[in-house]
């Protein structure tokens, strides 16, 4: 069985319509760009057609690959203090010579709309999810799991323990009772580890990891990796594993469709952070 990210993107973007209509204004989110990578502006151009479609205004601000550490900083902290802007994207990778650790603790949690500055993930990490804006592609692998497994009580491998995906998603995870192993691309033994769990999710960048040795006929497998090659875009899981497990997800066309969704899905409930209002 394919566990497809579409249809669901389709009903998260349909909620986000109407919940955007209620707010009575157009919320300003902010992509800021400081890497001078092409592929970066790709993606970001998909964001505001998407953003057009929802009626929110998305702005650009592409510092360049040159920008300094220090600069990078105060244009954050600005759009953090700034009240005509609800949400702000900081693109992901940045120069290599800018450190994105320091950077994300420049956003103000409340209009992280990626969920990825340490406020925000140390909500989750504390089971505080409520008053937190949840990473989207780590939400985007909970959302599929559950369309294949009662997470509750489940037994899910995490492969990767990366800050945008492996980590979070582990909290997030056990903060709906599922037990979780957390593995690398160099835990030994790594068929054995997978045997008796559930669930395999993937989120290393390593096109092909995980192989056909590596699962059970009653695995769930949801592949969060993205990998460009010279045949397209593939993932980390190799596609021979596809008819020998249970059911799941293509890449791409699994967790990447509701991921955008569920981003814009963070911007409404920014604003409502904003307000003061509790969200569930």
């Known amino acids: 069985m394919q566990l497809l990210g579409r249809p669901l993107a389709a009903s998260v973007t349909a909620e986000v319509r109407q919940r955007l209509s209620r707010l009575g204004f157009s919320p300003h989110l902010v992509s800021v760009v400081a890497s001078g990578d092409p592929a970066t502006l790709v993606y970001v151009e998909s964001k505001r057609r998407q953003a057009e479609k929802l009626g929110v205004r998305l702005s650009v601000q592409d510092l360049g690959a040159g920008v ?5 900083h105060a244009a954050l902290h600005q759009l953090s203090q700034d009240d005509s802007v609800q949400g702000i994207v900081l693109e992901l990778p940045l120069a290599p010579h800018l450190d994105p650790d320091a950077a994300l603790r420049r956003i103000a949690h409340p209009k992280d709309v990626e969920g990825l500055t340490p406020a925000n993930l140390a909500l989750v990490s504390a089971g505080r999810e409520a008053e937190a804006l949840l990473p989207p592609t780590p939400r985007s692998v909970r ?5 294949a497994l009662d997470l ?6 995490v492969i990767g323990p990366g800050r945008t995906v492996g980590r979070p998603l582990t909290w997030m995870l056990n903060n709906r009772q ?13 068929s ?13 960048g390593l096109a092909g990891l995980l192989r056909p040795e590596h699962v059970q006929p009653h695995h769930v497998v949801i592949d969060a990796g993205i990998n460009v090659t010279a045949s397209g875009v593939v993932g980390d899981v190799d596609p021979a594993v596809w008819p020998l497990v249970r059911a799941h997800t293509p890449v791409p066309g699994g967790v990447g469709p509701l991921t955008s969704a569920l981003m814009f899905q963070n911007l409404v409930r920014a604003v409502r952070l904003q307000r003061g209002e509790t969200v569930e």
């Open 68 to 72: 300094s550490q220090d600069d990078l």
């Open 152 to 157: 509750s009580g489940a037994r899910i491998a």
């Open 178 to 190: 599922a037990t979780v192993t957390l593995c690398n691309e160099f835990t030994r033994g790594l």
């Open 192 to 204: 054995e580890v997978l045997a008796p769990q559930d669930a395999v999710v993937v989120a290393v």
């Open 143 to 147: 959302f599929l799991l559950r369309e």
